[in-house]
């Protein structure tokens, strides 16, 4: 249990640092939509750099509890992640290449899952 606590913790922290690429995919619509003059530009990158903040502060405190190598190869899920929000809220296409790279990345996490 204590394991599953651990990893849980984990992929929360990569799931929040895809909330980075999401604020910025925002912010550079606002500049294209209305330019420098938009408020919600400003508003975006302001949540990306608290996002990254957040994150970096959560990364630390969660990579202590794991093998350096297994932390950052889940954190190669962030790529999971970011194209699940590619999908659901700016309404993008997956082709099949990024449908076998998703797969990769997933095998490969469980690769190193199964040997920590």
Do not use: D, R, T
């Given at each position: 249990m204590e394991k599953a606590k651990k990893y849980i913790q984990l992929h929360l922290n990569i799931l929040l640092f895809s909330l980075t690429g999401i604020f910025s995919k925002?912010?550079?619509m606002q500049y294209n939509?209305?330019?420098i003059d938009s408020p919600w530009l400003y508003v975006f990158l302001g949540l990306m750099i608290l996002d990254c903040g957040i994150y970096?502060?959560?990364?630390?405190?969660?990579?202590?509890?794991?093998?350096?190598s297994t932390a950052y190869a889940n954190k190669s899920v962030y790529l999971i992640w970011s194209q699940l929000w590619a999908v659901l809220i700016f309404h993008?296409?997956?082709?099949a290449r990024n449908i076998v790279?998703?797969?990769v990345v997933f095998?490969?996490?469980m690769v190193v899952?199964?040997?920590?």
């Open positions: 925002l912010a550079g939509q209305s330019g970096a502060l959560a990364w630390q405190k969660v990579i202590k509890k794991f093998e350096l993008e296409n997956l082709s790279g998703m797969l095998v490969g996490v899952q199964k040997y920590e």
